[in-house]
């Protein structure tokens, strides 16, 4: 594999505007996300934005940046530009989205997402962590996987879920947002239709899985605090003010 990091980022975010370059322990909150993807050392790391202000923080930060459209509707569609930008000729055969809201993801979670697509029968990996807070169960903010063991520390995911699913006993797994994409899985996703289920539960990985791409699963221990409001943002300069 030849992978490269994306990472979308955009100034205009409903509940907290302008996330990209909220300051968390003296730097952007993008500067951190880029920072984290260079040390996990997997390939070079691409910023995709339609922000002068956002190539701008990340002078000096090691991170390329590709100036993408403002009319994107998703994240997934913004990488796909950079990337054709970037690498026209396609020497990068793998691609790993990381969301530019993940401050403190660490390195060696980021590259964890390529262990699943060392069988060349998975189209698309990500991740997921054990729920060990009893109200995530319920909590429709949580993402849960539904997946089958194909073994140790990886799942196979067969339907993603705001519910609390599936029923009965066992663990329960939160999704965290992070893919790694076969180059012509991405291209072949952002050419799809929105699914059915995709409008529904308001997931875009379930257009994916209803057109029939195989998604894996890594399981990492934890789940990195996503910044979405301004008590995220805080929790995120807390941490971090302590590293």
């Not at 300051?23 to 070079?44: Q, S």
């Not at 180059?183 to 029939?212: D, H, I, M, N, W």
């Not at 890594?218 to 300069?237: F, K, Q, S």
């Amino acid at each position: 594999m030849n992978p490269i990091v994306l990472v979308p980022a955009r100034m205009s975010a409903t509940r907290l505007p302008g996330k990209p370059l909220a300051d968390i322990a003296g730097r952007p909150m993008i500067v951190h996300v880029a920072e984290r993807a260079l040390a996990a050392g997997i390939g070079p790391v691409l910023i995709a934005t339609d922000s002068p202000e956002i190539r701008e923080a990340l002078a000096g930060s090691g991170a390329e940046v590709a100036m993408t459209r403002s009319d994107h509707s998703t994240g997934s569609d913004r990488i796909f530009e950079a990337l054709g930008q970037f690498d026209p000729d396609g020497r990068h055969d793998v691609v790993v989205n990381v969301q530019g809201d993940l401050p403190s993801i660490a390195p060696g979670e980021i590259a964890a997402a390529l262990g699943p697509l060392e069988d060349p029968a998975v189209d698309i990996a990500t991740l997921a962590a054990e729920i060990r807070r009893e109200h995530e169960r319920t909590d429709p903010n949580v993402v849960k996987i539904v997946g089958s063991p194909v073994g140790t520390g990886r799942l196979r995911a067969l339907y993603f879920t705001r519910a609390t699913a599936p029923h009965g006993d066992g663990p329960l797994y939160h999704h965290i947002g992070l893919y790694a994409y076969r180059r012509a899985a991405l291209e072949r996703f952002v050419l799809l239709p929105q699914s059915t289920l995709e409008k529904r539960e308001k997931l875009e990985q379930l257009r994916a899985l209803e057109a029939g791409m195989r998604i894996d699963v890594a399981l990492i221990d934890t789940v990195p605090l996503g910044v979405d409001t301004p008590d995220d943002l805080e929790r995120a300069r807390a941490l971090l003010s302590q590293t």
